[in-house]
């Protein structure tokens, strides 16, 4: 029984927040305050590395690594957040696969807006591929803006002539600048972390003037998924962007691909993060660790 | 790679049928000679039991059981069946989860018609529950036509005043008597098994003469979903039945419950019964028993 644990993450996030106007600093520095609250699993060790040019965040299991590696892309809004601040979901994966995991440090905007952060991880993927790690080796993994990343990362990889990877596991992911979902209006006031005026902010530091009609922007309700890798999309039933994962995995089985869509009632975006919090929270995990595990198997 | 994996059981599929019209007697033998075709994992003992006056097969691990009981439904559109023609995917469940099964030898059409099957089910369930397993410790599991009862009985449950069982797990499930799903269009030809007509030939005996309009007969187009346990939906991408799973998730998870929609692409019905042979069907029933060991946990 977790309606209990459910609800004390429901008012955890009502929190009230500062109501006067904040800067970039104090924003980015609120984010990664709320996310250092995250228990960070310890059976990882982690070290700085660099991948395609840009820092990065080696995560590794303490005890002999399983076969392939976890290309990870933090939340944020594309404008908070680093690998540090999206740990706990990173260690977690990690601990449960024995999979390694290199979390990249991508640009942010507005000072960097689109397409850069995903320039940057299609940069990180292409430096594994010209380190010999085969594509079927590599998976895709990110949570929110990051799970946008991950989930769009294979259309650049595509459009590039590069192989695709092995999998994509997109947790709670940012798939629709458009804001068509019907979640963004039937989850209004439902979700305790976004409405449509909060997400609206932050677009508009990464699209920076530019058209959310982009596949690159919107591919749940853009994209062309033939020959996508096979795809895990786990999402809250509090959520706002609950149907950016609901279309963009319609849009997966119309076109062929294996696809998995997970929805978890009564919790919010990236509920994944409250781990050791909330059952869901490692169950959902668990559930993304196998299906890592079973695309990754040497 | 399993591309071989699928195209092979596709053809064992497409292999010609005969020509000549068939007694049902012939139809059902038909039926559990391709059944028996299947691996049956060792790691299981089987014994004949009983449950709400109907017979049942008890499938149980070698080993110590761990909490929880599978009340099983075999497929074979309401016609056909039998627990022994689904053992391949009942002691594989039974197998890699180490929870028990019972799965039921319900009565069937022609010559008992809709609702007997699921009244069989209903008892069942009461049966259990009679003997004192809480509810918590229960999932409905079924294949095809027994995904169908899986998927019903809690509704049945709901209106007799029972609790609800812990889980509901549907591989490939008949969930649209109305038939109005896209993919019975966009799949005919692809799928290798079942035609819109041969659909309607044990649908008739099914139905015999009733209203498929109606919450028990198409819970995936009508039924009021509030409360529902969680759910579980494994469709192929081949299947004319696929848009019976991908309507029912939808209507899982805008009435608020829990909800796994698992497509494979490119294979057939009830694919998870080729253990051993596609890989795909070993890794799905593994998804599976992942989802139904969270949910029976003790």
New interface residues.
């Given amino acids: 029984m977790t309606a209990e644990q459910r609800a004390y993450v429901d008012g955890l996030l009502r929190r009230p927040r500062p109501q006067k106007s904040q800067t970039l600093e104090e924003l980015r520095a609120g984010f990664s305050g709320m996310m250092a609250s995250m228990r960070v699993d310890d059976h990882v060790r982690t070290s700085h590395s660099s991948l395609g040019g840009r820092p990065a965040l080696a995560v590794d299991p303490r005890r002999n690594a399983a076969p392939g590696v976890l290309l990870y892309f933090h939340g944020g809004g594309y404008v908070f957040g680093s690998p540090e601040d999206s740990l706990s979901l990173t260690s977690a994966l990690v601990a449960c696969t024995g999979i390694r995991s290199v979390s990249l440090d991508y640009r942010l905007a507005p000072e960097y807006p689109f397409p850069a952060a995903l320039e940057d991880a299609l940069a990180a993927y292409r430096d594994l591929l010209d380190r010999g790690i085969e594509p079927s080796q590599i998976a895709f993994v990110g949570d929110s803006a990051g799970g946008g990343i991950a989930a769009t990362t294979p259309l650049l990889a595509r459009d590039a002539g590069l192989p695709m990877p092995a999998a994509v596991v997109a947790l709670s992911p940012v798939l629709d600048r458009t804001m068509t979902g019907r979640s963004m209006e039937s989850k209004a006031g439902i979700d305790p972390l976004f409405t449509r005026e909060s997400l609206q902010a932050t677009r508009a530091m990464y699209l920076a003037g530019g058209d959310p009609e982009h596949e690159y922007l919107s591919p749940a309700v853009l994209a062309d998924l033939a020959g996508y890798p096979p795809l895990l999309l786990q999402a809250g039933?509090n959520e706002v962007l609950?149907d950016d994962s609901?279309r963009m995995?319609?849009r997966?089985?119309m076109a062929?691909?294996?696809?998995?869509?997970?929805?978890?009632?009564?919790v919010p975006h990236v509920f994944q993060s409250f781990t050791g919090v909330l059952d869901e929270a490692d169950?959902a995990l668990?559930?993304a660790a196998?299906?890592l595990t079973?695309r990754l198997r040497a």
């Avoid at 062929?256 to 009564?266: E, P, R, S």
């Fill in positions: 039933g609950l609901t995995a319609e997966a089985w062929g691909v294996d696809v998995v869509l997970d929805v978890t009632a009564g169950q668990d559930r196998l299906f079973q």
